[in-house]
């Protein structure tokens, strides 16, 4: 069988990963699955930056609005769900792209995922109730003690990753990141990686730009619709929550707004640092010339 293929494109928010994959997915003649863990919400369009229909209409596009808020879905249903999508893709085409910037979705489709034990759920409890009783601090601190490996790499503002290492930790006497890079199934494709990227000061105006023009294109009301399921895991995110918290009559709607540009800016330096761990990921200027990365790509290919 002739060798397969996976062009994973990656990068921070709004950067224009998907101008690019609709540009290769059309010069390769191919497909794209989508790995953005927010766009697979047929709810909420206009705060996950959901490609326009006329991109959706330029190449075949999957994994797009294609579940809702209030179905359980998880990174590890999409790799079984993802792996299943290639395969059948894999049947007409030697090439498939790959977009998005949720790097634990990402790495499940390339790598897949950690296999981790199954821990006593009154843990996770006893965890969310110290976090409500004492706040994040408490949780950082027993981190750093258990498991200071992944204490310097995870994202310690993010209370569900922090809990579920801490799980870990505590429910199997081990390190959480002894758990990591054992080896896993393999994969059919080969992957090859390019990323998308700016200077910061350029990809911090671009973010700034792009919420303006969401709350100019409906965000809030499209927040208000979804207010009544404000609980749920998905809608924990940001251009949500902090619209949430002005409906709550909690904040002003312009503070709000800045909130929503702040935490975008601080969920792309989190992305930068992630995918920049990968060295095997070739960077491109977000200005590249097509023909710079087709070039590059067909090195690998031919």
Same mark, same amino acid.
């Given at each position: 069988?002739?060798?397969?293929?996976?062009?994973? *494109?990656?990068?921070?928010?709004?950067?224009?990963?998907?101008?690019?994959?609709?540009?290769?997915?059309?010069?390769?003649?191919?497909?794209?699955?989508?790995?953005?863990?927010?766009?697979?919400?047929?709810?909420?369009?206009? !705060?996950?930056?959901?490609?326009?229909?006329?991109?959706?209409?330029?190449?075949?596009?999957?994994?797009?609005?294609?579940?809702?808020?209030?179905?359980?879905?998880?990174?590890?249903?999409?790799? &079984?769900?993802?792996?299943?999508?290639? +395969?059948?893709?894999?049947?007409?085409?030697?090439?498939?792209?790959?977009?998005?910037?949720?790097? &634990?979705?990402? /790495?499940?489709?390339?790598?897949?995922?950690?296999?981790?034990?199954? *821990?006593?759920?009154?843990?996770?409890?006893? &965890?969310?109730?110290?976090?409500?009783? +004492? !706040?994040?601090?408490?949780?950082? /601190?027993?981190?750093?003690?258990?498991?200071?490996?992944?204490? +310097?790499? *995870?994202?310690?503002?993010?209370?569900?990753?922090?809990?579920?290492?801490?799980?870990?930790?505590?429910?199997?006497?081990?390190?959480?990141?002894?758990?990591?890079?054992?080896?896993?199934?393999?994969?059919?494709?080969?992957?090859?990686?390019? !990323?998308?990227?700016?200077?910061?000061? &350029?990809?911090?105006?671009?973010? /700034?730009?792009?919420?303006? *023009?969401?709350?100019?294109? !409906?965000?809030?009301?499209?927040?208000?619709?979804?207010?009544?399921?404000?609980?749920?895991?998905?809608?924990?995110?940001?251009?949500?929550?902090?619209?949430?918290?002005?409906?709550?009559?909690?904040?002003?709607?312009?503070?709000?707004?800045? +909130?929503?540009?702040? /935490?975008?800016?601080?969920?792309?330096?989190?992305?930068?640092?992630?995918?920049?761990?990968?060295?095997?990921?070739?960077?491109?200027?977000?200005?590249?010339?097509?023909?710079?990365?087709?070039?590059?790509?067909?090195?690998?290919?031919?």
């Amino acid at each position: 069988m002739k060798q397969k293929y996976l062009i994973s *494109i990656v990068g921070p928010t709004a950067i224009g990963k998907t101008a690019l994959s609709i540009k290769l997915a059309q010069y390769y003649n191919t497909e794209i699955i989508s790995c953005d863990s927010r766009q697979f919400f047929k709810e909420m369009t206009i !705060g996950t930056a959901v490609p326009e229909p006329e991109e959706q209409a330029a190449a075949p596009h999957h994994f797009i609005q294609n579940k809702s808020i209030l179905e359980e879905y998880n990174v590890g249903t999409f790799e &079984l769900e993802a792996i299943s999508k290639l +395969e059948e893709l894999y049947k007409k085409h030697d090439v498939v792209i790959m977009v998005g910037g949720s790097g &634990l979705y990402v /790495n499940a489709v390339i790598n897949g995922l950690d296999d981790f034990p199954k *821990i006593d759920p009154a843990i996770r409890e006893e &965890l969310t109730q110290r976090l409500e009783l +004492e !706040g994040i601090e408490s949780l950082q /601190n027993q981190l750093k003690a258990l498991d200071p490996i992944t204490y +310097e790499k *995870i994202a310690l503002d993010n209370p569900q990753r922090l809990s579920r290492a801490l799980e870990i930790c505590i429910g199997s006497g081990k390190q959480y990141s002894s758990f990591l890079n054992v080896k896993k199934n393999s994969r059919i494709f080969k992957t090859i990686s390019i !990323g998308v990227t700016a200077d910061r000061e &350029l990809m911090y105006e671009r973010i /700034n730009n792009r919420v303006d *023009i969401m709350m100019e294109n !409906g965000l809030l009301e499209e927040v208000k619709n979804l207010y009544p399921h404000k609980g749920l895991n998905a809608l924990n995110t940001v251009g949500y929550k902090e619209l949430f918290n002005y409906l709550d009559q909690e904040w002003e709607l312009d503070f709000a707004v800045s +909130e929503i540009k702040k /935490n975008t800016r601080r969920f792309a330096k989190r992305q930068v640092t992630w995918f920049k761990r990968n060295k095997e990921t070739t960077w491109f200027d977000f200005q590249y010339k097509l023909d710079d990365v087709t070039n590059y790509l067909q090195q690998i290919l031919k």
